[in-house]
C-alpha cells in the first residue's frame, strides 16, 4: 500500500509555457517567482495579443485588472482640460500597468507595437502579494524605480536643455534596454518623434534639431526603422548631465 504521507511533492522544473518568453521574468514581479509560483499564477492570468495602437485600458475605467506587459512597447497618455493628450510615459516589457490605490486608472494605455500582454484581476493580483512575500519587494522595488524615473523627468523638462532633455531621454532608453537584458547601444524607438516632444515638453521640430545635433556630434546614428546606434553611451550621458558642452 502507497504511503503518501512518504511522497514528496516537487515543484515544476520547466518555466510555464505561458510564461517562457515574458519580460516580466526577468525585469517584471514575476522575476520574484520560483517555477511552481509561476505555474500557479499562470492559472490566475488571461494572455492576449495586441497590435498598435490597441487600447490596453481608458483613463477613467474602473481599475478592476492589473496589466503586464510580456512584449511590445506602450505608452500612457492623460486627458488634458482642454481636450488634447498628454505623453506621460512609456512602458516596456516586464512592466506594470494599471496597479493603482485609485479605483480608476489615471491614464489611457495604449500599444505602440505588437506584443502579448497578461491581465490578472486585481483582487487576484493582491492574493498572489500576499501568498509570495517576495513580490511585495520586488513591487517596492519597481515602484522605487518608477519614483526616480519621475523625478528624473521633472529633472528634465524642468532644467535641462532641449538636447541635453532628448540625450536623457535616449540614457533612460538604454538603461530600461538594459535591465531586461537586451541590447542598450542600439534601440528599437516606436514612439515618434511627436510623442518624445510631448513627454519632454518640446515642440515636434525642436526635437527634430537636437536629433539633428546630437548624430553631427556624433553621439546618435540613426539605423533606420525606428532604430538608433548610441556609440558612446558614457560620453551621452555626460552630456545630458551638462558636463559635456
Do not use: W
Request: some cysteine; proline content about 3%.
Amino acid at each position: 500500500m502507497l504511503n503518501h504521507s512518504l511522497i514528496v511533492r516537487t515543484a515544476p522544473q520547466e518555466v510555464p509555457a505561458a510564461c517562457a518568453n515574458c519580460g516580466g521574468r526577468t525585469a517584471g514581479i514575476c522575476a520574484a517567482l520560483d517555477t511552481a509560483g509561476l505555474e500557479e499564477i499562470s492559472h490566475e492570468t488571461r494572455r492576449t495579443a495586441v497590435r498598435p495602437h490597441d487600447m490596453l485600458y481608458h483613463e477613467g475605467d474602473s481599475a478592476q485588472s492589473v496589466v503586464m506587459l510580456m512584449r511590445g512597447v506602450a505608452k500612457l497618455t492623460r486627458q488634458l482640460p482642454n481636450g488634447r493628450q498628454q505623453v506621460v510615459g512609456f512602458r516596456f516589457a516586464g512592466d506594470i500597468l494599471g496597479f493603482t490605490t485609485r479605483r480608476s486608472f489615471a491614464s489611457d494605455a495604449e500599444m505602440l507595437t505588437e506584443g502579448q500582454v497578461c491581465r490578472i484581476s486585481r483582487l487576484d493580483f493582491e492574493g498572489m502579494l500576499a501568498r509570495f512575500p517576495a513580490t511585495q519587494r520586488r513591487l517596492i522595488d519597481l515602484c522605487s524605480q518608477e519614483l526616480a524615473e519621475a523625478q528624473e523627468q521633472l529633472v528634465t523638462v524642468g532644467r535641462r536643455q532641449a538636447e541635453q532633455r532628448v540625450a536623457a531621454f535616449l540614457i533612460a532608453l538604454a538603461e530600461a534596454a538594459r535591465r531586461r537584458g537586451q541590447s542598450y547601444d542600439v534601440l528599437d524607438m516606436p514612439m515618434t518623434r511627436a510623442e518624445i516632444g510631448d513627454l519632454l515638453g518640446l515642440a515636434l521640430e525642436t526635437v527634430s534639431r537636437a536629433f539633428t545635433q546630437l548624430k553631427k556630434r556624433g553621439f546618435v546614428k540613426e539605423l533606420g526603422r525606428g532604430r538608433v546606434e548610441l556609440p558612446d553611451i558614457p560620453a551621452l550621458a555626460a552630456m545630458a548631465e551638462g558636463d559635456i558642452e
